[in-house]
């Protein structure tokens, strides 16, 4: 088969290609992968909180609004940029760009970010808590991936799950104990905090379900290509950057409850269109709809989470937001896998519907959850 974006070149002999030039090893991949999501998991909780100690108030709203935009729609435009890049010069780039755009942003950040005081004393990292944490996690999304392989009533999904929660328990009590812990549980016993940190996962677990059903509705269903799929999903950018923007600006007067309920609803509404119609406009529309929903969450639950939390516990409480992000993220992305296995293998097309259909049914349980517990206050 010929590769559509170079006519004439065998796609088998571009990929021959790129496993040269990556070293043909998936071990190396991952590990480039792995050191990615490290740098990411201490520059998301440090970049929210910058935000939580530099602004106060309706402006504080404005900034998470926009720190929300600039993170859903960047998602949104990395399948943009993802398109351009494979249609061109080819996949491997997607890794490359990120070299000259991380120091710009190391220049950038040195020369603009004001000084910080030093800490008087340095924690020691919390490695059996990290140990704790990490096999949980990875026992929970294994059993919830290899459930769409093999059924979720079988023997080896329920140990999984049974061994994921034993590990998650025991993560608790050990932060509950350690010198230096690694998240501060008790931060969570409290309503803003915990219902922030209930939103973020879901937001991030609808948007990541979204984005996976989406491109692969589009690529492996529908027959477009890279490139265009990346145009597509620039209205859903755009889409993601108004809900944050006015959720922003609004929060400050509706209260967080309106808004947490009202972003749900719109999401749930938009993830129905594409579970009804599997058409391209419909899917499109659709996304571009629960979008909006989302990036009007994420301003919701980071402003819940964060508004209440004192000056010191800025950076515990933003990393505790971030992990329940990418906590989300990973959720979303076993789940959906699991429910649409059969779609992404190109055998059927109703995995997909099924994955709309499940994204519209959490944001709705979601939505009266939030209904009974974020606060109604309008003072975050």
């Known amino acids: 088969m010929n590769d559509p974006a170079r006519p004439g070149r065998p796609s088998a002999v571009r990929d021959g290609i790129a496993d040269r030039r990556t070293g043909n090893s998936g071990p190396l991949l991952l590990a480039g992968r792995v050191g990615q999501g490290m740098a990411a998991a201490m520059l998301s909780p440090a970049a929210l909180s910058l935000v939580v100690t530099i602004f106060e108030g ?8 926009i720190w929300s935009a ?6 949104a435009l990395g399948v943009l940029l993802g398109g351009l890049l494979t249609a061109g010069p080819g996949w491997a780039w997607i890794f490359y760009i990120n070299v000259p755009v ?5 220049l950038t950040l ?6 910080q005081p030093a800490p008087a004393t340095r924690a020691a990292l919390d490695v059996t808590g990290a140990a704790l944490v990490t096999a949980a996690t990875a026992s929970l999304i294994y059993a919830l991936i290899r459930a769409g392989d093999h059924g979720w009533a079988t023997w080896t999904t329920a140990a999984l799950l049974l061994v994921s929660a034993l590990l998650y ?22 309503r803003p905090v915990a ?12 948007m990541i379900m979204m984005f996976f059903l989406g491109t692969f509705a589009l690529q492996a269903h529908h027959r477009y290509g890279a490139l265009a799929t990346g145009l597509l999903f ?21 209260g967080p409850r309106a808004l947490a309920v009202t972003g749900l609803v719109i999401a749930a509404a938009g993830l129905t269109i594409p579970a009804i119609w599997n058409a391209v406009a419909p899917l499109v529309t659709g996304m571009a709809v629960a979008a909006a929903g989302t990036g009007s969450l994420f301003v919701v639950a980071s402003a819940t989470a964060l508004g209440q939390v004192a000056a010191h516990e800025a950076g515990l409480a933003s990393g505790i937001v971030s992990t329940f992000h990418e906590f989300g993220a ?17 055998t059927s097309t109703d995995g997909f519907s099924h994955g709309f259909t499940t994204g519209a049914i959490v944001a709705a349980v979601t939505a009266l959850a939030a209904l009974a517990i974020t606060p109604s206050s309008r003072s975050i």
């Open 110 to 115: 040195r020369s603009q970010l004001p000084a």
């Open 58 to 65: 309706d402006e504080r709203n404005r900034a998470l609004g």
């Open 102 to 106: 991380g120091l710009v942003l190391f």
């Open 234 to 254: 620039l209205p859903i950018a755009l889409s993601t950057m108004l809900g944050a923007d006015i959720a922003g600006r609004v929060i400050g007067r509706t």
């Open 70 to 75: 600039l993170g859903g729609s960047g998602a």
């Open 330 to 346: 990973s959720l979303g992305a076993a789940v959906v896998s699991s429910i649409a296995a059969a779609s992404i293998a190109g």
């Open 195 to 206: 219902t922030g940190t209930l939103l973020i996962l879901v937001a991030t677990a609808l």
């Open 169 to 190: 328990a025991a993560f608790v009590a050990r932060q509950r104990l350690a010198a230096s812990p690694l998240m501060n549980v008790r931060l969570l016993t409290r």
